[in-house]
């Protein structure tokens, strides 16, 4: 059984950083790839930026290249978005989730889903 927490979310201005962190239990960090996506009220899930296991390759969202950047921590048993130049575009809840990661953009792809975290930021 796996289990993902996700923390880090709140209030922010435009142009603030945030940093987010997904706590993985149960084998979920031992997967071949763990990802962030994110949804906004009435659109979409989204893919924000993925990490393979093997090698740490990073993937990352056209909309946010630049801006966020997603790590693994083994030694916490986490990863973690760090964000910045925040957009009120950027507003949405942020999901970790672990699986295969093929196709890595693919909300499919992973299984396991934590319970997400608001991320708001104010214009």
């Known amino acids: 059984q796996e289990e993902l927490v996700e923390s880090g979310g709140g209030l922010v201005r435009a142009g603030d950083s945030l940093t987010l962190s997904c706590a993985a239990s149960?084998?979920?960090?031992?997967?071949?790839?763990m990802a962030w996506f994110r949804q906004a009220p009435g659109k979409e899930r989204e893919f924000v930026g993925g990490?393979?296991?093997?090698?740490?390759?990073?993937f990352n969202a056209d909309s946010v290249k630049g801006r966020f950047t997603i790590q693994r921590d083994d030694e916490k048993k986490a990863i973690h978005l760090l964000m910045n130049s925040l957009k009120p575009e950027d507003t949405a809840i942020y999901s970790c989730?672990?699986?295969?990661?093929?196709?890595?953009?693919?909300?499919?792809?992973?299984?396991?889903w934590g319970q997400g975290t608001q991320v708001t930021v104010s214009s």
């Open positions: 149960g084998g979920a960090l031992s997967t071949s790839a």
């Open positions: 989730a672990a699986g295969t990661g093929v196709p890595m953009t693919g909300p499919r792809a992973f299984p396991c």
């Open positions: 990490i393979t296991r093997i090698g740490s390759f990073t």
